[in-house]
């Protein structure tokens, strides 16, 4: 599972890890998820994540000035992926979703906050899943 970092995890406007994000990705390290993190480079995420003391939860974290398929998949490194069960994460339809959809995965979007009113412009942007808070991909995988 790649979660996107920015507004899916982490509220900036807060600076502060958003509800129950420890809490979900504890539940699913403990249910044998592998984890993975993808963050654009802005002033501060790499400290920002350090702080928030979720990235011992993550296999992997990529942190670039661009968020695109090779960021992606360099984070999974060489671990087998099953595509059809393995998820991307996140607010933005023409970020994370988008190039998850892109990828094979299935995608579950954060509808709150800022994007959270933000429509398909394109096939590719649609969402395999839509929940309106992280807390729900638990109950989304019946959990």
Request: proline share 3%; glycine share 6%.
């Amino acid at each position: 599972m790649i979660f996107d970092f920015n507004r899916t995890l982490y509220d900036p406007d807060a600076k502060s890890l958003v509800p129950k994000a420890t809490f979900v990705l504890n539940v699913l390290t403990r249910r044998g998820f592998t984890l993975f993190l993808v963050s654009r480079a802005e002033r501060s995420r790499r400290s920002a994540i350090d702080n928030s003391g979720i990235g011992r939860y993550f296999t992997g974290i990529s942190i670039s000035n661009e968020k695109n398929k090779d960021d992606f998949m360099s984070v999974i490194g060489d671990k087998k992926i099953d595509f059809e069960n393995s998820f991307v994460v996140g607010d933005r339809l023409s970020d994370e979703i988008k190039i998850g959809n892109a990828l094979g995965f299935k995608t579950i979007r954060i509808k709150a906050g800022k994007f959270s009113n933000e429509v398909p412009q394109t096939a590719d942007e649609i969402p395999t899943y839509s929940v309106d808070n992280l807390e729900e991909i638990l109950k989304m995988l019946h959990w």
